[in-house]
């Protein structure tokens, strides 16, 4: 089939449905490529974005299957990779908050939830991308609001979000347990992802006394100690977010992405895999 503008525009459509679905970058690149060399090969398709886009499910699903074993032997807790710019990118890819809860759904959920919820397409097309029957979608989709237990969010208010992660790591840096307490929320979270590359809270963490003795006791570790970290704020996914490099060679250290609600800290997801820390263009 011919590669004509009209398809190769469906790359970036193609390329979010997947990384919503994986939550990795390369894996989700490689379907897409792999779908559009599969293209050249095919004849009479009269629309190609649902064609391509049943495609991409379909490669999604299958990926996640193969890989589940994979990530329920993974070393502490697995963790989407985010996806790291300097600049808020034009056209942001699903938030790193949820992509985080999606891993609470089974693949076919997660198709008809990103469908429906990412990309708001309509009950008929995501049954012809999912080969499930409209009804099943609604019913899917329904149970997929009971596992996300979610409640709507604001839009982010960059300036409070940049101004709330600048006071909790000057806190961090100044060990201010006071002013931890005000900035951290009483039922705060924290997720770490080192997969066993780095060290990280091998198990979440609830709680602010549980948070806050774990963010001390890292600060307090001899290789912590110093002028040895610097802070440079980027976007995750197109949302604030923190990279800690090191200030001897550069190298990222860490990604700190945080959820709020009005005034604090809810809860801190805290990527140091180095496999998963990569800057994007944005």
């Known amino acids: 089939m011919e590669t004509t503008t009209e398809v190769l525009q469906l790359r970036p459509y193609l390329f979010k449905i997947a990384y919503s679905m994986l939550g990795e970058i390369e894996e989700a690149e490689d379907i897409v490529q792999d779908i559009y060399e599969k293209w050249l090969a095919i004849e009479d398709v009269k629309e190609p974005k649902a064609y391509m886009g049943r495609m991409v499910v379909n490669k999604s699903i299958k990926r996640l299957n193969e890989r589940k074993v994979l990530r329920e032997s993974y070393t502490g807790t697995w963790l989407p990779e985010p996806i790291i710019t300097t600049e808020i990118p034009e056209s942001p890819t699903i938030e790193y908050g949820l992509l985080f809860l999606l891993e609470r759904l089974n693949p076919i959920e997660r ?10 397409e309509d009950y008929s097309y995501i049954a012809e991308l999912t080969g499930l029957s409209m009804e099943n979608c609604r019913q899917t989709l329904h149970r997929t609001y009971e596992k996300l237990d979610r409640k709507p969010k604001l839009p982010v208010d960059a300036g409070k979000h940049k101004a709330l992660i600048e006071a909790f ?38 709680g602010f006394e549980k948070v806050q003795k774990f963010l001390l006791g890292v600060m307090q570790l001899p290789e912590n100690q110093g002028d040895v970290y610097e802070v440079m704020p980027a976007f995750v996914n197109g949302v604030p977010a923190a990279l800690i490099l090191r200030k001897a060679d550069k190298v990222l250290d860490s990604v700190q992405y945080f959820e709020f609600d009005e005034t604090s800290i809810t809860r801190i997801l805290f990527v140091r895999n180095p496999d998963k820390l990569q800057f994007r263009p944005a």
């Not at 198709?111 to 708001?120: D, G, H, K, N, P």
């Open 111 to 120: 198709a008809v939830f990103i469908l429906r919820e990412s990309f708001t």
């Open 169 to 206: 790591l000057l806190s961090l840096l100044n060990q201010d347990r006071s002013s931890l307490e005000q900035i951290l929320r009483s039922d705060i979270e924290l997720f770490g992802d080192g997969g066993g590359k780095r060290s990280a809270a091998l198990k979440p963490l609830f």
